[in-house]
């Protein structure tokens, strides 16, 4: 079974509050991404690290490039996706959203958020946290995504059989 129908087409901009919105990242933004992903490494790692294994210290923006440029093409085969929490100049990003294929048993997709240190806990957090859900049960085809971190904890995930 295909993880999304054929004709689906991905959102390419969704407003999130005051100007900030969600656009499929691509490599070009390792200029913005780069710094905020660094900048929030220690908590990003506290979060994504056991599951992931990212994002390591010696990150290299030529890496996170080359990871940029992997998610695109990824998007652009409706494999994952990852959107980028940006500014309205697009000049700044203050986070991403991950919508990828389930690797563990009983979800369709599986879906994850971050916002940069410095927004934690503000207006602009709270506005994707309660965006994201909703976006996700309106706007793609899934029957059972699981939010991991938000709905069971990563050491809960992680336990889950594989897909």
């Known amino acids: 079974m295909a993880w999304l129908p054929s004709d689906f087409s991905h959102p390419t901009c969704v407003p999130v509050f005051d100007g900030f919105h969600l656009r499929p990242i691509r ?27 990212w994002p390591p210290d010696t990150m290299t923006p030529e890496e996170d490039r080359a990871d940029l440029a992997r998610h695109e093409r990824e998007i652009e085969a409706h494999q994952s996706f990852n959107y980028a929490l940006l500014n309205l100049d697009e000049t700044e990003l203050f986070g991403c959203v991950y919508i990828d294929p389930p690797e563990r048993a009983g979800a369709d997709a599986e879906i994850s958020w971050w916002v940069v240190d410095d927004k934690v806990g503000t207006p602009l957090e709270d506005a994707l ?19 991991p971190g938000r709905d069971l904890s990563w050491a809960e995930w992680i336990a889950l059989p594989g897909a």
């Open 27 to 53: 490599a070009s933004d390792t200029e913005i991404d780069y710094p905020a992903v660094m900048g929030s490494r220690k908590r990003l790692w506290d979060i994504f690290g056991p599951a992931w294994g």
């Open 129 to 147: 946290d309660f965006l994201v859900p909703r976006w996700i049960e309106k706007g793609w085809p899934f029957e059972k995504p699981r939010y």
